[in-house]
């Protein structure tokens, strides 16, 4: 079959600190995700698509790392998930609409499912167990959503091969891949086109989130964009991955002063 030519939502890119992240709002990264998957439906040799949920801590990695800097700015998509991006946004001179978390994706992704009756999603990952926890709640919160499986699964290249059969056999049209930060895009990169699937979502903690195995930060503290600041205090083990936030903050003020009128990536 001749592949039809992509449909696109046209939108432009915003660089901080070398990694382009999408202008974009939850509203925009649902339906450009639905396009994608028609665009499977229609033409199942079409190419397969990534996205990366970005943060702040993921640009400083990327910013160290030439292979995942590389891996992320070569996405389909890159959403704003971290409040940090949206504040480097505004000082930088190259403002977001809003967050695009990897929470809030995924839950207007279900409600989608539920209302479409066209969309399915695979759980991929997290502590077993936690993705069928997840897809039942996801069940409950939007009845008739399409769950098509769950699986845990291993982050690494030794267990591609088992997750891929058991995402094969579920034929989905979006993978929710919770390997947590880096881990998963890896995944993503190695397997989506092998997967059968349309779109892959690197999604870190919200199976954990969405099956209630860690409690969701108040709707005060994600207001103010201060989710890592109550997960910090339910872990505080994660302080060593935390310290990214002010190395990021310095960062951003530097490049401020240095760039304060730079254009906007298209």
Not at 111 to 124: P, Q, V
Not at 193 to 198: F, I, M, N, T, V
Not at 247 to 264: D, E, M, S, Y
């Amino acid at each position: 079959m001749e592949k039809l030519p992509p449909l696109e939502i046209h939108r432009p890119r915003n660089e901080i600190l070398g990694l382009l992240v999408d202008k974009l709002t939850l509203t925009e990264a649902v339906a450009q995700i639905e396009q994608w998957v028609v665009q499977k439906q229609i033409d199942p040799i079409a190419s397969a698509r990534r996205v990366v949920t970005a943060n702040p801590e993921y640009v400083m990695f990327a910013r160290r790392d030439a292979a995942l800097r590389q891996l992320v700015n070569r996405a389909d998509m890159v959403t704003p998930d971290g409040a940090g991006l949206i504040v480097a946004g505004w000082l930088l001179g190259r403002p977001f609409g809003g967050r695009v978390t990897g929470v809030a994706l995924s839950h207007a992704l279900a409600r989608r499912s539920a209302e479409s009756g066209g969309l399915s999603l695979f759980l991929l990952g997290a502590a077993p167990g936690v993705a069928e926890a997840a897809a039942e709640r996801f069940r409950q919160l939007y009845p008739g959503s399409l769950i098509a499986g769950t699986f845990a699964g291993q982050a690494g290249p030794e267990g591609d091969s088992e997750s891929l059969a058991q995402i094969q056999a579920a034929c989905p049209d979006v993978i929710l891949v919770a390997y947590g930060m880096i881990k998963q895009d890896w995944w993503v990169g190695r397997n989506i086109e092998q997967s059968g699937a349309a779109v892959a979502i690197g999604v870190g903690g919200v199976l954990d989130y969405v099956s209630g195995r860690v409690p969701l930060a108040p709707a005060s503290f994600r207001r103010m964009g201060l989710e890592w600041a109550y997960r910090l205090y339910k872990e505080p083990w994660r302080w060593r991955r935390m310290s990214a936030l002010p190395r990021f903050g310095w960062a951003v003020f530097i490049a401020a002063l240095q760039t304060p009128f730079n254009k906007v990536v298209k």
